[in-house]
């Protein structure tokens, strides 16, 4: 049977992170990195295996102990990434590009590719990561750092803040427009987009700041080194669904206008799609996800993998549970 999902943390203080068993070793040849800072520092400081390639039960551990996320919102990140872009057979998965570590794959149109695979989960608009339509949606892209930082200048007198975050979020969909001919929008990215702007608050500042207040020297570090700084204490306050939510109310209220939709083949041409999930109906990018996205990887499970795969749909559901959202019946 697979494991359940790991508990929220005893210890929710603020504490040293790169403590003596966790220090940063710079990823080697093989080790696999992707286009998220949090797992990528995680796995180069072993609270993920240096490899990158993890189970979702030591993902959830990783988040709790290393940033201080809150359980529900671990659980339901990991296992939403587990099931789109992991090998629910393995129960391996890839913080980054497709990998044979993972194991043999199950049948397509299952992609099993690791965190990079465009659309699914990463998205466009990211904030130091280039669009998929310009080729690589993964690397540390210095451009778009320097942009965080004059946003950080201009907006929150050289900090990151919720205000820069709003400001930074906006400019980063607005450049989209207007460069990517294939820019989207739409649930689940629409959430992440605001979600991913929220994290560098929640997780990135030093524990013993309680100021929201984000300095370019650690938020680089994260960003390009995938490092926590020499003496960096994560935070001691545990960020989960409902803070996360409260951060992307913030950020989306410097700029309410924005809905989802995308550019429809050229450039400047955003068009909104009423279809996709936005903030007014949280439990619809739940029941969205499973329904389209995971349903069209897996139009036909059957034997172990079908089960798998309602296991893992089990535990995504969990979290939100008491969001007051319905389960979406059992995959057949
Ligand atoms: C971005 C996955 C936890 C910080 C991303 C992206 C993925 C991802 C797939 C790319 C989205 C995109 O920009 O297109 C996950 C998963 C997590 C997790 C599965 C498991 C819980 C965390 C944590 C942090 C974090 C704990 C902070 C400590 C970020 C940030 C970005 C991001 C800041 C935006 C990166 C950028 O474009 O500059 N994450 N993440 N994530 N993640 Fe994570
Ligand atoms: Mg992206």
């Known amino acids: 049977a697979l494991e359940p999902p790991p508990g929220p943390l005893n210890d929710t203080s603020a504490k040293l992170g790169p403590d003596p068993a ?23 400081h072993g609270f993920l295996p240096r490899n990158g390639i993890a189970t979702p039960a030591q993902i959830v551990n990783a988040v709790q102990q290393g940033f201080n996320m809150g359980n529900d919102l671990a659980v339901f990140v990991t296992y939403a990434a587990h099931l789109v872009d992991g090998n629910l057979i393995t129960n391996l998965l890839s913080i980054g590009g497709k990998s044979n570590l993972t194991g043999p794959d199950p049948p397509p149109p299952a992609s099993v590719a ?5 659309a699914v989960f990463e998205g466009d608009a990211s904030t130091t990561r280039g669009d998929a339509f310009f080729g690589d949606n993964h690397s540390f892209n210095e451009t778009l750092f320097e942009g965080l930082v004059t946003a950080s200048n201009q907006f929150g007198a050289g900090f990151y803040n919720l205000s820069v975050a709003g400001e930074y979020r906006f400019q980063r969909i607005q450049q989209s427009i207007a460069t990517n001919p294939q820019f989207s929008l739409i649930s689940p990215r629409y959430y992440t987009a605001y ?25 680089r570090s994260f960003f390009q080194n995938s490092k926590m700084p020499d003496g960096w204490f994560r935070s001691g306050v545990t960020t989960g669904l409902s803070k996360v939510g409260n951060g992307i109310a913030a950020v989306f209220g410097r700029h309410p206008t924005i809905q989802p939709g995308g550019n429809t083949g050229a450039v400047n041409t955003y068009t909104l799609n009423p279809n996709s999930a936005n903030f007014q109906n949280f439990c619809k990018l739940y029941t969205d996800f499973v329904n389209i996205t995971i349903r069209s990887l897996y139009p036909n499970p059957t034997g172990y993998l079908l089960t798998a795969l309602n296991t893992n749909l089990n535990f995504l559901f969990s979290p939100l549970e008491s969001n007051g959202c319905t389960q979406v019946p059992a995959f057949i």
């Open 22 to 44: 966790h220090p940063w070793i710079a990823a080697g040849p093989n080790d696999i990195r992707g286009p998220c800072p949090g797992l990528n520092t995680l796995a180069s």
């Open 195 to 219: 979600a991913e702007s929220v994290f560098p608050v929640a997780f990135f500042i030093d524990g013993r700041r309680t100021d929201g207040q984000l300095d370019m020297t650690t938020a």
């Open 114 to 118: 690791g965190l990079n695979t465009h």
